[in-house]
């Protein structure tokens, strides 16, 4: 069983930067893919961006393009996600996954939602004040 322990969440105000960090243990599997999600009240849950446990072929959902970035360390246990420029829009509850299946993460799992990905953290909150 894997577990994923996300932090760095937090308050902030619009135009400010928080970095998240997500720790990963447990089952240990080759090539494995590790990303975020997030949910906002009332929303259904959107893919933020997903990142290959050698640190390549990072993706990102449009709305975060420029303003995020996903970086992987300690063999890809440990994912990051920086975000800068931060708007009200981007309050949420962020979930870090992980997946060992290149199917998943070349096709469309992950960006529908990640319906169906085995592991998940709890996640951690980032609120956007105007």
């Known amino acids: 069983q894997v577990l994923l322990v996300e932090s760095g969440g937090g308050l902030v105000q619009a135009g400010g930067s928080l970095r998240l960090s997500c720790a990963g243990s447990?089952?240990?599997?080759?090539?494995?893919?590790m990303g975020w999600f997030r949910q906002a009240p009332g929303k259904e849950r959107e893919f933020v961006a997903a990142?290959?446990?050698?640190?390549?072929?990072?993706v990102y959902a449009e709305s975060v393009k420029g303003r995020f970035t996903i970086s992987s360390e300690n063999a890809g246990n440990t994912v990051y996600l920086q975000m800068n420029s931060l708007q009200p829009e981007d309050t949420a509850l962020y979930y870090c996954?992980?997946?060992?299946?290149?199917?998943?993460?070349?096709?469309?799992?992950?960006?529908?939602?990640?319906?169906?990905?085995?592991?998940w953290g709890k996640g951690t909150q980032v609120t956007v004040s105007s």
């Open positions: 447990g089952r240990t599997f080759s090539s494995v893919y």
């Open positions: 996954a992980a997946d060992s299946s290149s199917t998943n993460f070349y096709g469309s799992r992950w960006y529908q939602g990640g319906h169906g990905l085995p592991a």
């Open positions: 990142i290959k446990w050698s640190g390549s072929s990072p």
